[in-house]
């Protein structure tokens, strides 16, 4: 019997090995097909490490809202108009959750009157908070890109009664799914293993996972002559040469295409040390190094990456190609820039805060961060 159950066993491993075990499925798409060949597209959320976690000042338990240059009168006016209830009014301005500093007007909501506001009045009230720059959480909030909260909480390490907690006090900025009150959470943690497990999962990024299925089904040497940007990336040619040879069906991650620089730093965060210059990378360093293989950073000043954008790069439009620089302007200002890959999706570097790290989006969802104002649009620029 022990050797007809070891046989047996001996079945199933190889037939694990040789690929019939049921696999875990995940959400992939495939890009529109173009001279970069056709792409399948996955999402992974980006978690920041411990150290960086570390070094990283947390807010306290109690969520404050700032009135600037105001009066309680005129507060309670704004709440009022914006739908929120009046019972929930008269506690914010009672004695116990409203404190008055010179022109300003501290309100100090509790979990339940957060919990009691609706999307849509929750929505109006903090666009109105994010108007200043003491409302840090609304100016700058988390967002679910994407829209699937589920999706964006599946893997983290947040208790179940702060999952709970966060899907009540979601929000919508335009059409972006985005979440504020950290310090909501942040009452229900126990320890500081659980004050940790909250910033980790609201600091995790989603980025996507871009993937070139072989065997080609496009002319070579197009697809060779996009993805090297001509005499720019021309180190890679050598590989894009030899997969194009390649008959078997196979994917091979695009981040394989890549200039060095941008391969070094892709799906990672900066390091404490990259600070030690005065400011971190941004977005305009990122883009402008992109065909680099050292980083120049001279690109750390906005002014100097501007004047370089201008002079060494020509506006063009669509369609895009691998390598050009998408910048968001609006009313002529200059709101953020990332670079072309391929189809809808840009490597880009959302701020250059030391917890923004280097990451694949689509376009739409980088128009969701950004966009300013319905006249916000995207100008590209290539190099000369």
């Known amino acids: 019997m022990y050797p007809r159950v070891c046989s047996l066993f001996g079945l199933v491993a190889a037939l694990c090995w040789a690929g019939f075990a049921p696999a875990v499925t995940e959400p992939t798409w495939t890009v529109k097909s173009g001279p970069w060949g056709e792409l399948a597209v996955r999402t992974v959320h980006l978690e920041p490490p411990d150290n960086l976690l570390a070094i990283v000042s947390k807010p306290t338990t109690v969520t404050r809202w700032t009135f600037e240059q105001t009066t309680e009168k005129s507060v309670r006016e704004i709440l ?123 600091t995790r990024v989603r980025s996507l996972i871009v993937e070139l299925k072989l065997p080609l089904s496009g002319g070579r040497a197009t697809f060779i002559d996009y993805w090297s940007a001509g ?67 001279l690109f750390l000043d906005s002014g100097k990456a501007s004047e370089h954008l201008l002079s060494a790069y020509a506006a063009v439009d669509p369609p895009y190609k691998f390598g050009d620089v998408l910048c968001f302007l609006d009313r002529g200002e200059g709101l953020h820039t990332c670079v072309q890959i391929a189809d809808d999706i840009v490597l880009t570097k959302n701020g250059d805060g030391i917890l923004a790290p280097w990451t694949m989006m689509q376009i739409k969802d980088v128009d969701e961060i950004y966009r300013r104002t319905p006249d916000t649009r995207v100008q590209g620029y290539r190099l000369k």
């Not at 909501?109 to 609706?118: C, R």
């Not at 059409?175 to 943690?189: E, H, K, M, P, R």
């Not at 890679?236 to 091979?252: D, N, W």
Request: hydrophobic fraction near 45%; glycine fraction near 4%; proline fraction near 7%.
């Open 80 to 202: 009022l108009h914006l739908g929120v209830p009046e019972a929930i009014v008269a506690r914010l301005v009672s004695p116990t959750q409203m404190v008055a500093s010179g022109n300003n007007i501290v309100l100090l909501p509790s979990v339940e009157d957060l919990v009691a506001l609706s999307v849509p009045v929750r929505s109006a009230l903090y666009a109105e908070l994010a108007k200043s720059p003491a409302n840090e959480y609304q100016r700058d909030p988390v967002f679910i890109l994407g829209g699937d909260v589920e999706d964006w909480l599946s893997g983290c390490d947040m208790t179940k009664p702060q999952q709970a907690l966060m899907r009540k006090l979601l929000w919508k900025r335009g059409s972006a799914l985005v979440f504020s009150d950290i310090q909501a959470l942040l009452t229900l943690a126990k320890d500081p293993e659980e004050v940790t497990a909250v910033f980790r999962t609201i």
């Open 231 to 297: 005499a720019l990336n021309a180190e890679r040619v050598p590989f894009l040469s030899a997969i194009t040879r390649r008959r078997a069906p196979q994917l091979i991650d695009v981040t394989q295409f890549l200039p060095t620089l941008a391969r070094r730093r892709i799906y990672t965060f900066p390091t404490a040390a990259m600070g030690l210059k005065g400011r971190m990378p941004d977005c305009h360093w990122t883009s402008l190094n992109f065909f680099e293989e050292e980083p120049k950073d």
